[in-house]
């Protein structure tokens, strides 16, 4: 589905900024011609989206130092190539080329292996220990209805505590336990959206956030990240320009790049959010699989004023296990008694041994939480050496905590890859996935959470789709160093 963006323009000095050295992008050419392939390729990744305004000729041209005729050429030929829109009487606007549906060759295989989830096997003999523990301590609320709209006071004080122990000062009645973080977002997006408004995340994202926003009726409005994470002069034109009624982001191992702001990013966004008094979402649903260094403070403790417009959601469906559906809100008393007002329409509580279970796990993060760390990180460098010998064309992202590898690859053809591997019976999910607007046909998510032989099986099915796709051999095989 494309979102068109009609009241959104491009600040002409960030364009400049992300084309880059556009001059030398074609090894042959006319000028025009590597100006055009500049944009076109900044459309395909998504770092313009789809229906923005581009700007004048002559305020680009003057930007690049180009004549005006560079860029109308420029202009003209991604309008022949569909990129781009021109009405008479107003400026063009970024699009993507109608193209006609495939004819599926072959039918998929059944699917064996799944690169689909983010996610790892529970510590089962820590998840049976927390089960039992929650069976004997169940009994006093059996003596009332069971409905806790909040969450019981165990888990409540010690996902207080960790918030605590990172340094933002939390009060169990500061929280609100979910049924998993996109439980939470939903109750979030039925508090404060209507159908039709905005909102602003983050290009690549989290997929299911994506649909949660459109089912809801919401408009996701997306600000691209770059190679070295957040553009904070980006998201400030974006939220100035667009005023969404919520923005969504994940600072702490961004799912799917894997990048976390700085404490220094924090603060400038802070300030970003305080002056355009934009409700922010905060998914630090992943801030426990750091790998390489432990995360900054959470956002809200950034926050030198109007703490009230930083919500954050947490899950235990990273840190300890999926299918123990368990997450939360953390966020200002007078926010979690309007998001209170509203849950009843939607749900009432969270399961209760699950919940005092999660409160046994959160007993035992430090034992846990080191093991499952090592455990990616030895995953991490695997991954990283099958892509040497299967892929090494392919560019994985320098990414230092998470669950995944988001990669470039050498050409647009990530839907392409995705049919290819489902017939040889493999699930992995095309980049357009994680975007708002059919772009980010150049990139394909890589998780490392399979055990060591399905995640190297996994990657020879794919290398076996990448080679169908492009029609070209695979590699001579190198001895591998795990």
Not at 52 to 78: H, I, W
Not at 282 to 291: C, F, G, P, R, S
Not at 294 to 302: K, Q, T
Request: hydrophobic share 45%; charged share 20%.
């Amino acid at each position: 589905m494309t979102v068109q963006i009609g009241t959104r323009a491009l600040d002409v000095d960030l364009l400049a900024r992300e084309l880059g050295n556009w001059r030398t992008s074609s090894r042959s050419g006319p000028a025009y011609q590597g100006l055009a392939d500049g944009i076109r390729m900044l459309i395909i990744d998504g770092r313009l989206p789809v229906g923005a305004r581009l700007p004048s000729e002559r305020a680009l041209a003057d930007a690049l130092r180009v004549s005006r005729t560079t860029v109308t050429a420029a202009y003209t030929q991604l309008g022949e190539d569909g990129y781009l829109n021109a009405r008479r009487g107003a400026r063009s606007t970024t699009a993507l080329p109608v193209a006609p549906a495939a004819t599926p060759i072959t039918a998929a295989a059944p699917a064996t292996l799944s690169l689909a989830e983010a996610t790892l096997a529970a510590p089962a003999g820590a998840m049976m220990d927390a089960f039992a523990e929650a069976a004997r301590e169940v009994m006093p609320y059996l003596h009332d209805i069971g409905v806790e709209l909040t969450g019981v006071v165990p888990l409540r004080e010690a996902i207080a505590e960790r918030y605590c122990a990172r340094g933002l000062p939390t009060e169990p009645d500061e929280i609100m336990v979910t049924t998993g973080a996109l439980h939470a977002f939903g109750l979030i997006l039925a508090t404060y959206t209507q159908p039709g408004d905005r909102v602003l995340v983050e290009q690549p994202t989290y997929h299911g956030v994506l649909s949660a926003i459109t089912t809801s009726g919401a408009r996701p409005v997306p600000v691209a990240m770059t190679d070295d994470g957040w553009d904070l002069d980006a998201v400030h034109a974006a939220v100035r320009q667009l005023a969404p009624n919520l923005a969504y982001l994940v600072l702490d191992n961004h799912n799917p790049t894997g990048m976390t702001l700085s404490e220094a990013g924090r603060r400038r966004l802070g300030a970003i959010i305080a002056e355009t008094r934009t409700r922010t979402i905060v998914d630090e649903t992943i801030a426990d699989m750091w790998l390489d260094r432990p995360m900054p403070p959470p956002m809200a403790a950034a926050m030198t004023a109007r703490r009230d417009l930083v919500i954050t959601v947490g899950s235990v469906s990273k840190s300890f296990w999926g299918g123990l559906r368990v997450g939360w809100i953390r966020a200002e008393r007078s926010t979690l008694a309007t998001i209170a007002a509203v849950r009843p329409s939607i749900d009432m509580g969270t399961a209760i041994v699950e919940q005092l279970a999660a409160a046994h796990l959160f007993a035992r993060a430090d034992e846990l939480l080191p093991e499952r760390r090592e455990l990616l990180r030895h995953r991490r460098e695997l991954l990283r050496s099958l892509l040497r010998e299967h892929l090494p064309d392919w560019s994985p992202s320098p990414s230092h905590g998470g669950m995944s590898l988001w990669v470039r690859l050498p050409a647009p053809t990530s839907s392409a890859l995705s049919a290819a591997a489902s017939r040889l019976g493999l699930i992995v999910p095309p980049g357009p996935r994680f975007g708002v607007d059919g772009t980010l046909e150049r990139f394909v998510r890589v998780p490392y959470t399979l055990p060591d032989d399905r995640l190297a099986e996994a990657v020879e099915l794919l290398a076996r789709a990448w080679h169908s796709v492009t029609g070209s051999s695979a590699p001579e095989p190198t001895a591998l160093v795990v």
